[in-house]
């Protein structure tokens, strides 16, 4: 067999199927608005903690959306809950209480039980 200098690796694809909403769900009842969000990227660009930190509101919203709860936590706890996010959000979206709420769902759950 010959080496190509590549090899097919493992598809990364989600299940959206079998991914728990749940939380998610919770999450619109409490903050309408998140599902308003379009990851237009707003929120990042103008974002303090990303001058200072690798931290991404729309990597965030994603995973919790998708139920991939695995390090989101430490990731919510570097925003500054500043609002700057909020102010140029184009669709109107919530996004501080978005992650006040998630900060609060994750503390609550027994995320690595799901």
């Avoid at 103008?46 to 729309?58: G, K, L, M, P, Q």
């Avoid at 430490?74 to 184009?90: A, F, I, S, T, Y």
């Amino acid at each position: 067999m010959k080496n190509w200098g590549y090899k097919i690796s493992k598809p990364r694809g989600i299940d959206l199927d079998t991914a728990n909403i749940k939380e998610f769900d919770k999450l619109a009842e409490k903050v309408p608005s998140a599902k308003r969000c379009l990851m237009c990227g707003a929120c990042s660009a103008t974002c303090s903690a990303t001058n200072h930190t690798d931290f991404n509101f729309r990597k965030c919203h994603l995973m919790f959306r998708r139920g991939q709860f695995e390090n989101i936590s430490e990731e919510l706890d570097k925003c500054m809950l500043c609002g700057k996010c909020k102010l140029v959000c184009p669709r109107g979206v919530n996004t501080r209480a978005i992650i006040y709420n998630m900060r609060i769902f994750l503390n609550n759950m027994d995320y690595k039980n799901i």
